[in-house]
């Protein structure tokens, strides 16, 4: 079965300051990736998604961007970090049934 | 436009009560619908899928195309139960969409 591993769980990070996210995937090979952002009373936002390496598409203009340097790898990265970028932040993959995989999160506090 | 509709932020009801946690979508294709749910200090994980037609921990969802709905419900809450539950639409082209999020709260 797949796992995702996602980290770091927690950050906390300063306006201004840059910002890297890593999510990997084990037990399956040229997954579908995503990144979800979760905010109170909005749900989970789908913000990028990739089909294979190098492919991204966004999916809401932002101030963050995606990469995806390996097969099983998805980075979510910022050059400078807005407030407004605090959130929960959920890396997944999709099954060949369609079902999403999702990992541990990472809480993102911008100050 | 695609999209999915869970009116309710919270929802409280006691343990052993009959618990509904709506969900309507629009889609102009067949849809594929989910439910996940994210109990505390875990991962946020499937549920149930409306193809599979299935109950899993005593939860069942029917599709109604007529009202494009896909309401999650149960007959007897159990404290266990309490969690956040996402209703969730594929719609193809590598996407899911979510809803906003119930919060389950079975109270004692």
């Known amino acids: 079965s797949q796992t995702i591993h996602q980290w770091p769980a927690t950050l906390v990070q300063p306006v201004g300051s840059p910002l890297s996210l890593e999510c990997t995937v084990e037990?399956?090979?040229?997954?579908?990736l995503y990144w979800y952002r979760q905010a109170a009373g909005r749900g989970l936002q789908l913000l990028f998604y990739s089909v294979g390496i190098g492919q991204i598409s966004s999916e809401v203009p932002q101030n963050l961007s995606a990469s995806r340097p390996q097969d099983r790898q998805f980075i979510l990265s910022s050059k400078k970090l807005l407030l407004s970028d605090s959130g929960f932040y959920l890396c997944?993959?999709?099954?060949?049934?369609?079902?999403?995989?999702f990992g541990q999160g990472t809480r993102l506090t911008v100050v | 436009a695609q999209r999915v509709t869970q009116p309710e932020k919270l929802l409280s009801v006691f343990k052993g009560a009959p618990v509904e946690l709506k969900c309507n979508y629009s889609y102009s294709g067949s849809p594929e619908l989910f439910w996940y749910v994210q109990y505390s200090r875990q991962r946020l994980q499937l549920l149930l899928r409306?193809?599979s037609r299935e109950s899993i921990k005593g939860f069942t969802a029917d599709l109604n195309k007529g009202e494009t709905s896909f309401h999650l419900k149960k007959p007897f809450a159990q404290e266990e139960d309490s969690a956040m539950y996402y209703c969730a639409l594929y719609t193809g082209g590598f996407k899911t969409i979510f809803g906003a999020g119930t919060r389950l709260f079975v109270k004692a």
């Open positions: 997944a993959t999709a099954g060949s049934n369609t079902e999403a995989f």
């Open positions: 409306h193809i």
């Open positions: 037990g399956t090979s040229n997954p579908n």
